[in-house]
């Protein structure tokens, strides 16, 4: 499967963006998806995880501010990120799986457990 990122962009302090992860191929493969994202200098991390039956799971700095959500006529995940802030500013990629149990286990499971990850979108706020 293939997975394309798209809507990143330089955005200031409180400002939204909404990412889009496009996957083609098998769609099996994008029964669990999720967004991480990696700063400069920084492992990467975690950010929100979505499963078959539209179970999500977010990392504590998601919390009430992104949302994660997929279309799956479109076979398309999406990301709104909303109130964001400078340390938000990272490279934003896309992962596929479909064997890392629920989505909660799977937000516990490092990018490179990831079957299929995307090349990735920037995101950059300014104060």
């Known amino acids: 499967v293939q997975l394309r990122e798209s809507g990143g962009g330089s955005v200031q302090t409180g400002g939204s963006l909404r990412l889009s992860c496009a996957a083609s191929?098998?769609?099996?493969?994008?029964?669990?998806m999720a967004w991480f994202r990696q700063a400069p200098a920084k492992e990467p991390e975690g950010v929100a995880t979505?499963?078959?039956?539209?179970?999500?799971a977010y990392a504590e700095f998601a919390k009430g501010r992104f949302t994660i959500s997929k279309d799956n006529a479109k076979n398309t995940l999406y990301l709104q990120m909303n109130s964001l802030k400078p340390e938000d500013t990272a490279v934003y990629y896309c992962?596929?799986?479909?064997?890392?149990?629920?989505?909660?286990?799977?937000?516990?499971?490092?990018?490179?457990?990831?079957?299929?990850r995307g090349q990735g979108t920037q995101v950059t706020v300014s104060s």
């Open positions: 191929g098998s769609t099996y493969v994008t029964d669990l």
């Open positions: 992962a596929a799986d479909s064997s890392l149990g629920t989505a909660i286990q799977a937000l516990a499971v490092p990018s490179r457990g990831w079957g299929f």
């Open positions: 979505i499963d078959k039956h539209a179970n999500t």
